[in-house]
Antibody
């Protein structure tokens, strides 16, 4: 079946970097874009942007430029989210989600909790 | 791009119907039929309930339905059940920003 499996929880100190993976299975990876969504503790969903799995071209939402990088390894059907210079306010669950075409997030990963604390 | 506006909370009794609104602008909700709705139970990933305003993915109960009028989209849940208690989010395509979410609505089944 179609699924996205994300890497496990991370505990990082401020200023460090983290790379979250999102491995797809059950469909042709390059046919559907991957979106990234952040959910801070007790807060709502926040769209971070998306990456075309066909071209590798990323699009970042306002507020997610500079320290956030989306990338792919199509040979293993995996998308990545890297966050550098981590801040305590980056503490959140990060989700990847497969897109049907225009924002219809049909399949979600289980989420990866990133905790930034000294 | 501002978030779409949803009521913070709604409630209903088992068997009743409830409606959750999602208000945007003429640049997003009002301009395109690309509104989706998601259900999220505590500690779980969101689940797509409705896409393109009123379409249900395979496997989603027909108790969930979507509609749109002007700049406001709506999610209606009929025959409310205890397991419907969850947070609900809308999102919409928004040129320039691409995608914007609503702030979320907590549904309580009384």
């Amino acid at each position: 079946q179609v699924q996205l499996v994300q890497s496990g929880s991370e505990l990082k100190e401020p200023g460090a970097s983290v790379k979250v993976s999102c491995k797809a299975s059950g469909y042709t990876f390059t046919h559907y874009s991957i979106n990234w969504v952040r959910q801070a503790p007790g807060q709502g969903l926040e769209w971070m942007g998306w990456i075309s799995t066909n071209t590798g071209n990323p699009t970042y939402a306002q507020g997610f430029t500079g320290r956030f990088v989306f990338s792919l390894d199509t040979s293993v059907s995996t998308a990545y989210l890297q966050i550098s210079s981590l801040k305590t306010e980056d503490t959140a669950v990060y989700y990847c989600a497969r897109d049907l075409g225009i924002g219809q997030l049909i399949t979600w990963g289980q989420g990866t909790l990133v905790t930034v604390s000294s | 791009q501002s978030a779409l506006t949803q009521p913070a909370s709604v409630s209903g009794s088992p068997g009743q119907s409830i409606t959750i609104s999602c208000t945007g602008t003429s640049s997003d909700v009002g301009a395109y039929n690309y509104v989706s709705w998601y259900q999220q139970h505590p500690g779980k990933a969101p689940k797509l309930l409705i896409y393109d305003v009123s379409n249900r993915p395979s496997g989603v109960s027909n108790r969930f339905s979507g509609s749109k009028s002007g700049n406001t989209a709506s999610l209606t849940i009929s025959g409310l059940q205890a397991e419907d208690e969850a947070d609900y989010y809308c999102n919409s395509y928004a040129p320039g920003t691409t995608l914007v979410f609503g702030g979320g609505t907590k549904l309580t089944v009384l």
